[in-house]
């Protein structure tokens, strides 16, 4: 069972190394790499297959980053015959030992302080907005019997 959910994995790996690269950049940067008002300009800027870089991000950050972030999945890596090695091996990883990674030896640089279910002191305070209340009933009809 484990061997078929493992392969099903690998299969849609290209998404997941999609993935790492927005979390690499956002915990870098503090924002996403593609951001818009309207989901359809996000979708733009991701097929565009241009990525913006802050003036802070190192040439191995943004090589690894471009790499990860690659538009064509047979050109990404983690997908090409190297394999999670491309990324291992990267220079931006050059001071991570995957072994003490792997074994779980690796102390958080950080760890929030938690009073319990429900903290969220960790967090930023926002305020609440108002609920508006339209004036108007666009799906009165739909909703009826609801």
């Known amino acids: 069972m484990f061997s078929s959910f493992y392969k099903r994995l690998l299969s849609v790996g290209g998404v997941d190394w ?5 979390l690499v950049y956002e915990m870098a940067a ?5 951001f818009a008002d309207q989901p359809i300009q996000i979708y733009e800027k991701i097929v565009s297959g241009k990525v913006r870089f802050p003036s802070h991000f190192g040439s191995d950050l943004k090589d690894l980053l471009r790499n990860l972030l690659q538009v064509d999945l047979t050109k990404r890596y983690g997908n090409l015959k190297n394999g999670v090695n491309d990324i ?3 220079k931006w990883f050059a001071s991570t030992d995957w072994i003490a990674v792997f074994q779980k030896k690796i102390e958080a640089p950080f760890i929030p302080r938690c009073k319990g279910a429900g903290d969220t002191s960790n967090f930023d305070d926002y305020e609440e907005e108002a609920l508006r209340i339209s004036s108007t009933e666009k799906c009165a009809k739909e909703f009826a019997e609801f």
């Open 88 to 90: 291992k091996g990267h």
């Open 30 to 34: 503090g924002y996403p790499p593609f």
């Open 18 to 22: 999609w993935a790492l690269g927005v």
